[in-house]
């Protein structure tokens, strides 16, 4: 499952700051808050809690906490992933994109940056190519919610031909 792989790099990044000192997770992104933003933030995206109650000011505080953890582990392209996911989820997808793109400097193989790149291109440009790639790679996906909110995200993309939206959205429901 993409969120307990992820989960486990996360800790791993806590443990490293830890070792540096706490104070480099100092102000906002104290561990248990930075924690505790990031369960709340997977619960949201895979569908376990509702996403209204103070989803701008939690994305926010989240957004922080991820980008502390970036400065802290710049080459962790779970981190960018995540951090993307955030930016998608606020309507950024040219940061998600972007971001995207620095995860896959690190692991130009990961299943999950590659279909989270393709679904959001797909959404920012209406691209027919990415949303193809997309769902070539969908089915491989490994968390049903997280593919479906992909999906989601990359069939809302301009003017896309009605035949892939078509084709994406059978996955959804196979």
Same mark, same amino acid.
């Given at each position: ?62 957004? $922080? !906490?991820?980008?502390?953890? #970036?400065?802290?582990?710049? *080459?962790?392209? &779970?981190?960018?992933?995540? %951090? /993307? ?32 790149? $393709? !679904?959001?291109?797909?959404? #920012?440009?209406?691209?027919? *190519?990415?949303? &193809?790639?997309?769902?070539? %790679? /969908? ?36």
């Amino acid at each position: 499952m993409r969120i307990r792989a992820r989960a486990k790099a996360f800790f791993e990044v806590v443990r490293r700051a830890e070792l540096r000192g706490a104070r480099e997770l100092s102000g906002p992104a104290r561990r248990p808050q930075w924690l505790g933003l990031l369960n709340q933030f997977r619960s949201r995206q895979t569908g376990i809690l509702p996403g209204a109650a103070a989803v701008a000011t939690d994305l926010q505080q989240t957004v $922080a !906490a991820f980008e502390r953890a #970036l400065a802290l582990e710049p *080459a962790n392209w &779970s981190l960018y992933l995540d %951090l /993307a996911d955030v930016r998608a989820e606020q309507g950024d997808f040219t940061s998600a994109v972007r971001l995207i793109d620095e995860g896959m400097r690190y692991e130009p193989t990961e299943l999950s940056l590659r279909a989270a790149g $393709a !679904a959001y291109r797909a959404r #920012l440009t209406g691209s027919r *190519a990415d949303l &193809s790639e997309l769902i070539e %790679l /969908a089915p491989n996906l490994p968390n049903d919610s997280y593919r479906d909110l992909l999906i989601d995200h990359a069939c809302a993309g301009p003017a896309l031909p009605a035949e892939l939206v078509a084709a994406a959205r059978r996955i959804q429901h196979n």
